[in-house]
């Protein structure tokens, strides 16, 4: 099997997923997995997809990471390695990927600042006299 690539994206996190059959190893910008995300619940959020797909320990991903926070971009890596999984072999993972909800992109984003406003959707303070 050559190596296959997806992409994923969560609020502005962007990762490039690169999945080849393997031992199970988790690179992500050049580190492991257990040293790039400290928490084990983000750690738990990466490898959901191999879970739901029982797949674990067959496939070696490098991860290249950029933009947002830790957890948009576990996330982000979420959704890159369940498309990978599906390009490898749609019949066999994608149902059970797409019934845990992995293959939907949250397209939910931070609302910009207005002007006038302190925050987004937030006024000053109303002062009638």
Known sequence: MEQTNA??????AVARV????????????GRDLADYFKEDAL????????AVA???????????????GIKGQAEAVRLGISR??????KEAYRSALKAAGFLTRDSR???RKKP?????RRRFQFSKR
């Open 109 to 111: 984003e931070v609302e």
């Open 54 to 68: 029982q797949c674990e320990g067959q496939f070696d991903v490098k991860v290249t990471l950029a933009g947002g």
């Open 43 to 50: 750690r738990y959020i990466v490898n959901q997809p191999f």
């Open 116 to 120: 006038g406003q302190p925050g987004a």
């Open 84 to 89: 990978a999984l599906c390009e490898i072999d």
């Open 18 to 29: 690169y999945l080849t059959a393997g031992k199970g190893n988790v690179t992500i910008n």
């Open 7 to 12: 992409l994923g994206r969560r609020k502005s």
